[in-house]
Each structure stands twice: as structure tokens, then as C-alpha cells.
């Protein structure tokens, strides 16, 4: 019983409608565990029975229920895409002077760890300001039997002859810190049954870059690793869009800059399509 009546004046306390008015408890010992609040125009029964069913007027009770939240956190987690490279005419289909990055699209993956979301309400979680931080590591698979190199003002590709050298893998990698800034929006009744939209840019930093390549030559495999910055942009700004169902989202990021610096190798822009899998 001293949980029950601990529990009545919690719910007083949390009604000021109706502490406004003349409130009595009433406890009932000796028939089950039941607690009733009587005001001017409401009876409030807290019972606790568990052999039988209790008739109660439904216009002498009140329902108290939390509201489930409307929203939750839709870009910290962990996302997995596709990342690829268009020209300046928006085609995957690379000019010549850019063939040495033509990519094997099925194994040129990105995965992101977005280790931070704040969320700033402009009516409630139905819209408002998204932004965070995380983490984007691209992997690009290159397609043909080429080695990149860069010197100080040109990123350019050499081929190699497959007579003297079996690339087995061939890899453009890089990592880069992202902070997007993004409106949204949730449509539904409550987080896990809500269509939710995120549009907006992202500024993207390189922390680092490198090839990979794992290739046989004269029967014996070597294992190279080219440590430079490839003469990429350090800077990245992004459009980005975001639209899911519950916890379920796909995404898709466009580079409004090149990802090399401008003359300094072709012309290209970076794309990422995927899915965000998990939240934390």
C-alpha cells in the first residue's frame, strides 16, 4: 500500500488541473488494492487486482499513457553504400583523360560511422535542424591495370603491361570527416511507424588517402602502399538527401566540388548511394 499511495501523489503532483481543484484520497484495504482521487468533477481509480475484472464507469476514469516519441536519431549509426565518380557531364562513363579511375562498381564501397547527431526542434520533432559527425571511408576498386601516381601539380595513371604485371587488386582509398546540416522532417504517429525526410549540404575533410594494389609479377606477389594526399581537394561540399520509414533509411550524397584540385587532375565528382543498417 505505501507503493500505491507514493504513486498517487506522484500523479498529483504532475496534474496541475488538477491541484487547481479539492482533491481527496481514499484508500480501500479491505476489498483490493485500490486507490481513488476524487475532485469536483472527475473520480481517478489506481486499482490493482489480479484475480478478477473491475467495472469502472468510462466516464468516471481517466487514461494516463506516455506519448511515444514522433522521432529518433536517423543519421548516427553506421551507413554502407556505393561509392562512384561522375564526370562533368553527370555520366559514370569517364572522358579519356580520366580513365585511369574507371571503377569496378561492384566492389567500390563506402561505409560511414556517424558517431554524432544533435537535433534542434523548430516545430516539436515533426521539423526541424539535423546536424552531427562522423566518419566516411570510400574505397574505390579501379578497373583497369593501372598504377596512380601524383607529383606536385598532376595526378595522372600509368598502365601497366599485363605481360610483366597481374594486378590481383587495386585499390583508391580515403577517409573523410563529414558534418552535415540538414532539415527535417517526420510524418507519422510515432518513431518506429514515421516517414522521416533529411535534406541539406555536408562539409566533408580529407584525413587521409592512399593506393593499395596486390599483384603478381614473375610469379611472385608484392603488396605496394602509396601513402599521399593524390592532389585531392582538402575540402568537400555536399548535397545530401536522407529518407527512410522507422529505423530504416537510404541516402544518397552528391560532391559539388571535384575530387581533385582544379588542373591538377580531371574532373570528377564523387557520389555515394547505400542504406543506414544500424543506429546506436
Do not use: C
Not at 536519431?73 to 554502407?80: K, M, V, W, Y
Not at 523548430?122 to 546536424?131: D, N, P, R, S, V
Not at 577517409?175 to 562539409?203: C, R, W, Y
Request: glycine share 6%; aromatic share 12%; proline share 3%.
Amino acid at each position: 500500500m505505501k507503493k500505491l499511495i507514493a504513486l498517487s501523489l506522484s500523479l498529483l503532483l504532475a496534474l496541475p488541473a488538477l491541484l487547481a481543484q479539492e482533491v481527496v484520497v481514499k484508500s480501500d484495504t479491505t476489498e483490493s488494492d485500490t486507490v481513488k482521487i476524487t475532485t469536483k468533477k472527475k473520480r481517478i481509480y489506481i486499482i490493482k487486482r489480479e484475480d478478477e475484472e473491475v467495472d469502472v464507469e468510462e466516464a468516471d476514469t481517466v487514461d494516463f499513457s506516455s506519448l511515444s516519441n514522433q522521432r529518433k536519431d536517423h543519421f548516427e549509426g553506421f551507413d554502407f553504400g556505393v561509392s562512384g565518380l561522375l564526370s562533368e557531364n553527370m555520366s559514370v562513363d569517364l572522358p579519356s583523360d580520366a580513365n585511369f579511375m574507371d571503377l569496378n562498381y561492384a566492389k567500390s564501397i563506402m561505409v560511414g560511422i556517424n558517431f554524432m547527431e544533435f537535433y534542434i526542434p523548430i516545430a516539436k520533432e515533426k521539423f526541424g535542424i539535423t546536424t552531427g559527425a562522423g566518419f566516411e571511408f570510400f574505397n574505390y576498386d579501379l578497373s583497369r591495370n593501372v598504377t596512380v601516381f601524383a607529383d606536385d601539380d598532376t595526378t595522372f595513371g600509368v598502365f601497366n603491361s599485363t605481360d610483366v604485371r597481374d594486378i590481383e587488386k587495386n585499390k583508391f582509398r580515403g577517409t573523410m570527416l563529414n558534418v552535415p546540416l540538414m532539415l527535417e522532417t517526420n510524418i507519422g504517429k510515432d518513431a518506429d511507424h514515421s516517414f522521416h525526410l533529411q535534406a541539406g549540404v555536408m562539409g566533408s575533410m580529407r584525413v587521409g588517402s592512399k593506393t593499395k594494389q596486390i599483384y603478381e609479377e614473375n610469379g611472385k606477389e608484392s603488396k605496394v602502399k602509396n601513402r599521399t594526399d593524390f592532389n585531392m581537394n582538402p575540402f568537400r561540399f555536399n548535397a545530401v538527401a536522407r529518407i527512410g520509414y522507422g529505423s530504416f533509411t537510404v541516402f544518397a550524397t552528391y560532391s559539388l566540388t571535384p575530387l581533385f584540385d582544379t588542373d591538377e587532375g580531371p574532373e570528377l565528382y564523387p557520389f555515394t548511394i547505400g542504406v543506414s543498417l544500424a543506429s546506436f
